[in-house]
T-cell receptor, first 116, second 115 residues
Framework: KNQVEQSPQSLIILEGKNCTLQCNYTVSPFSNLRWYKQDTGRGPVSLTIMTFSENTKSNGRYTATLDADTKQSSLHITASQLSDSASYICVVSPDNYGGATNKLIFGTGTLLAVQP | EAGVTQFPSHSVIEKGQTVTLRCDPISGHDNLYWYRRVMGKEIKFLLHFVKESKQDESGMPNNRFLAERTGGTYSTLKVQPAELEDSGVYFC?????????????FGPGTRLTVL
């Protein structure tokens, strides 16, 4: 079982509408949680990074929330645009206690299609 | 400023052959990471370089995979001999510092197909 689970697997919305994507994780110890956007044929691009003490972070029309107690995060997209069509990936960084590794643990992503 | 670049963008080889993937990180980024995604699965960590040193190679699947970063600039990932299950997209990322909250910038990936 993956340590980072996302839902829904895919989503279709109309341009201009809002949507919310969900992420649940079991990674422990936890350092931070990131949301990445990945367009087809491109590498992931960072949208937000939140640490344990942050419960919300915005980047333009993207707003991420984090509940570290329940190990849940969400990504809310406001007033969607056609260019928002992409895969949105929830990524967790385990706490390395100042040690060596900065590995990231990825979810499988939510594929969002915005239709005109 | 140029982003992370990877070469080639696609590679098709036969089982048993050797393939070398290259990654050029963002200039000045000491930290370089390799990840891969096999079909239908999530992206998974392979290894992490700090300059030319391997900081964490816990994700390397087996000894058919060899990563190098001579001189602490670009990195290569060699697969020898390639097997069918090695097919997937190999991503490289770089970050400026070792801070856990530092952004990792990803390249476009190399799609490897082993026939």
């Amino acid at each position: 079982k993956n340590q980072v689970e996302q839902s829904p697997q895919s989503l279709i919305i109309l341009e201009g509408k809002n949507c919310t994507l969900q992420c649940n994780y079991t990674v422990s110890p936890f350092s931070n949680l990131r949301w990445y956007k990945q367009d087809t044929g491109r590498g992931p691009v960072s949208l937000t990074i939140m640490t344990f003490s942050e419960n919300t972070k915005s980047n333009g029309r993207y707003t991420a929330t984090l509940d570290a107690d329940t190990k849940q995060s969400s990504l809310h997209i406001t007033a969607s645009q056609l260019s928002d069509s992409a895969s949105y990936i929830c990524v967790v960084s385990p706490d390395n206690y100042g040690g060596a590794t900065n590995k990231l643990i990825f979810g499988t992503g939510t594929l969002l299609a915005v239709q005109p | 400023e140029a982003g992370v670049t990877q070469f080639p963008s696609h590679s098709v080889i036969e089982k048993g052959q050797t393939v070398t993937l290259r990654c050029d990180p963002i200039s000045g980024h000491d930290n370089l990471y390799w990840y891969r995604r096999v079909m239908g699965k999530e992206i998974k960590f392979l290894l992490h370089f700090v300059k030319e040193s391997k900081q964490d190679e816990s994700g390397m699947p087996n000894n058919r995979f060899l990563a190098e970063r001579t001189g602490g600039t670009y990195s290569t990932l060699k697969v020898q001999p390639a097997e069918l299950e090695d097919s997937g997209v190999y991503f490289c990322a770089s970050s400026q510092t070792r801070l856990q909250t530092d952004t990792q910038y990803f390249g476009p990936g190399t799609r490897l197909t082993v026939l």
